[in-house]
Structures are given as structure tokens and as C-alpha cells.
């Protein structure tokens, strides 16, 4: 992958598979790669099946190469620097204010779009200014280094302390267990 081309095919042990390249599929597959409920094995076939059109052709020895070219894909063919990339974005828990910024750098809805690529998609989001979301990431990234917040920065904070903290996710079993305690409670 050069960058240059938006790729929507890929090769894997020799053999071209058509990619499902849109932005809500790839989102889709992240939210899958993340989700800490279900079987890690499971969930990743999983997300093979929904990335590569016929995946079930797909011999069984060429998974592992079609994994390292999804996630390539996913990082839009960006060189991996091997840090731990530190969270400062939930695209779940952020989703509205991603959508509102993208929008305002594409100058359109882009979820009418019937298909926007998952690098343009990254491009736009890259292209984000200032707004709602970068002073969120902003206060996320000095409370993680535990710099002092500015005055205005305190007040937004108190302000939106829901949308900048993340949000607790629990396994199906634990919230089994809160709904349950909470029908005790009520």
C-alpha cells in the first residue's frame, strides 16, 4: 500500500480478496477488536469475515497474513512505531463529537455518504481543529501526565467531567450483576 491509492482489494497468500474499506465497516471491526467480553479467537475471525469478501475461501494458513494486512489497513498503511499508544480517544464514547468534527472538516454529512473509504474517513479526521473534541483529548492528555488544568480548563472539566473521564465498560456477566443489584435496590 503506497497511500497514494485507496486500496479496496488486498492480497493474501497470492490471491486478490475485495476489502470492505468503509468507515462503519472498519469502525465496526475496531469495536469487535476491543470488545474484552467475547473470545479474542472468535471475535478476530470475526472481523476477518466482515473486513475480506470471501473470506471463507480463505485458506486456514493464510490467516495470520491476512491479519497483519487488516491491521495495516486500519493503520491506513502508517509504519507502527511499537509504543503503547496511550487511549486519549474512545470511538464509542466519542462518537457524536468525531462525527460533528469530521463533518465540519469534510464540509459535509458524511454518514450519507453511501461509502467513504476508512482513509479518507482518517484523513478528514486528522484535519480536525480546534473544537469540543481536541479540548476534550487536550484535558485527557494533561490529567494523564497530571499537569495543572488552566482555570477555564477546570471549568469545562467540572462541566463535561462525563464526556472527558472515560466510561466504565463491563462484561455481560457484570452487568448482569449491576442490573441485578440494582432491581434489589430500587
Not at 90 to 108: F, L, P
Amino acid at each position: 500500500m503506497n497511500g497514494w491509492d485507496l486500496p479496496k482489494s488486498l492480497q493474501v497468500g497470492g490471491a486478490d480478496y475485495h476489502i470492505n474499506a468503509d468507515f462503519r465497516d472498519i469502525l465496526e471491526i475496531i469495536r469487535r477488536l476491543l470488545d474484552e467480553d467475547g473470545d479474542r479467537q472468535v471475535n478476530l475471525y470475526v472481523c476477518l469475515a466482515l473486513f475480506y469478501d470471501g473470506f471463507e475461501q480463505m485458506p486456514e494458513s493464510d490467516y495470520q497474513e491476512a491479519v497483519e494486512k487488516m491491521f495495516d489497513f486500519i493503520a491506513c498503511g502508517e509504519e507502527a512505531d511499537n509504543k503503547p499508544a496511550l487511549k486519549l480517544i474512545d470511538w464509542e464514547q466519542d462518537r457524536q463529537m468525531i462525527i460533528s468534527d469530521v463533518n465540519r472538516a469534510a464540509g459535509m454529512e458524511i454518514r450519507a455518504l453511501k461509502f467513504c473509504h476508512w482513509w479518507t474517513f482518517i484523513s478528514w479526521f486528522q484535519s480536525i481543529g480546534e473544537g469540543q473534541l481536541s479540548t476534550i483529548v487536550s484535558i485527557r492528555e494533561k490529567k494523564r501526565r497530571h499537569k495543572k488544568l488552566s482555570d477555564w480548563e477546570r471549568e469545562f472539566y467540572r462541566e463535561n467531567r462525563r464526556k472527558i473521564d472515560f466510561q466504565p465498560k463491563y462484561t455481560r456477566e457484570e452487568k448482569a450483576e449491576i442490573d441485578r443489584l440494582n432491581a434489589i435496590f430500587k
